[in-house]
C-alpha cells in the first residue's frame, strides 16, 4: 500500500462491463477479486453500474469498502433501472475531486473525474471513457487537454478506456504529443487481446516505470476487457 511519502504508486485502469463477464455472468465478486489481484493503490473503473442492476447486490462505496478503498463515482447516464458512468476506487482518501463533461451533442454522454493526491508530490489523476467515434474523441481529447494544462502537479496520470484502436490514429499522435511514448499493451477482447484500447499515459513521460496487462485465467473470463497496470515513481529522484 502507497502511504503519503511514498515513492511509488500503482495505477490501474479496468473496464469492467457492467459487471458481466465473457460468460455473460453478472458477478461483482468475480470482478473484486481481479481488483484484489492488481495490488494498485488507484484503480479507474469504466461501464460501473449501481444496484438494481442484475447481479449487482449492492452500492459501488459498499463493494469497494470490501477492499480497502474509498470510492469516487462520476455518473455520465442515468438508466431506468440503475446509474452509469466511471468509477475511481483509491487507498487514499484524495484531496480534491472534480467532476467534468465530456459530452458531445447526439452521442452517448461521457465525463471525467479528476483527483488531486498528495503523495510525495502532488498527484493528478483523470478517469475517463472515451466516445466510440474518432470525431467524437478528438473533441473530447480536446476538452482533456485544456484540464491537463490547469495547475501544476509533479505529475498528470490518465486513466481510462480511450476506445481507440488505430496505431497511427490522430489521437495517438495528440497523446503521444501531450505524454510522450508509452507502451499499449493490447486488453480487448479480454479472451484473445488485439486492440489496445484502455490506456495509460504519465507526464513527465520519464515516471512510468512499468506497465502491462494483468492477464490472468480469471481476467479473461470476468470482463471483456483486462486490465491495465502501471507502476509511476511520483518523486522526482
Same mark, same amino acid.
Given at each position: 500500500m502507497t502511504s503519503p511519502g511514498a515513492q511509488h504508486l500503482r495505477v490501474a485502469t479496468y473496464n469492467i462491463h457492467s459487471w458481466q463477464g465473457a460468460d455473460n455472468t453478472a458477478d461483482p465478486q468475480r470482478i473484486l !477479486? $481481479?481488483?484484489? @489481484?492488481?495490488?494498485?493503490?488507484?484503480?479507474?473503473?469504466?461501464e460501473v453500474v449501481s444496484p438494481n442492476a442484475a447481479g449487482v447486490p449492492c452500492s459501488l462505496t459498499e463493494l469497494a469498502q470490501e477492499l480497502g478503498y474509498h470510492a469516487i463515482f462520476g455518473q455520465t447516464m442515468l438508466r431506468p433501472d440503475t446509474r452509469y458512468g466511471n468509477a475511481l476506487l483509491s487507498r487514499q482518501k484524495p484531496q480534491i475531486?472534480?467532476?467534468?463533461?465530456?459530452?458531445?451533442?447526439? !452521442?452517448? *454522454?461521457?465525463? $471525467?473525474i479528476e483527483a488531486t493526491f498528495a503523495f510525495a508530490g502532488t498527484v493528478r489523476i483523470f478517469a475517463t471513457h472515451l466516445g466510440l467515434s474518432a470525431r467524437e474523441r478528438s473533441a473530447q481529447f480536446t476538452k482533456l487537454y485544456t484540464l491537463f494544462q490547469r495547475g501544476a502537479p509533479e505529475v498528470n496520470i490518465l486513466l481510462g478506456d480511450l476506445n481507440d484502436w488505430f496505431p497511427l490514429s490522430p489521437l495517438r499522435r495528440r497523446l503521444r &504529443? /501531450? #505524454?510522450?511514448?508509452? *507502451?499499449? *499493451?493490447?486488453?480487448?477482447? @479480454?479472451?484473445? =487481446? &488485439? #486492440? /489496445? +484500447?484502455?490506456?495509460?499515459?504519465?507526464?513527465p513521460a520519464g515516471r512510468?516505470?512499468?506497465?502491462? !496487462?494483468?492477464?490472468? =485465467?480469471? /481476467?479473461? $473470463? @470476468?470482463?471483456?476487457? &483486462?486490465? +491495465? $497496470? /502501471?507502476?509511476?515513481?511520483?518523486?522526482?529522484?
Open positions: !477479486r $481481479v481488483i484484489t @489481484a492488481l495490488n494498485a493503490d488507484v484503480i479507474a473503473l469504466q475531486v472534480k467532476h467534468h463533461s465530456l459530452a458531445i451533442h447526439g !452521442r452517448e *454522454p461521457r465525463g $471525467v &504529443l /501531450a #505524454f510522450g511514448h508509452a *507502451p499499449a *499493451p493490447r486488453t480487448f477482447p @479480454a479472451r484473445c =487481446p &488485439l #486492440f /489496445a +484500447l484502455d490506456r495509460i499515459h504519465v507526464t512510468l516505470r512499468h506497465l502491462a !496487462r494483468h492477464n490472468t =485465467p480469471e /481476467a479473461k $473470463v @470476468a470482463s471483456d476487457h &483486462l486490465p +491495465l $497496470v /502501471a507502476d509511476i515513481q511520483v518523486e522526482e529522484s
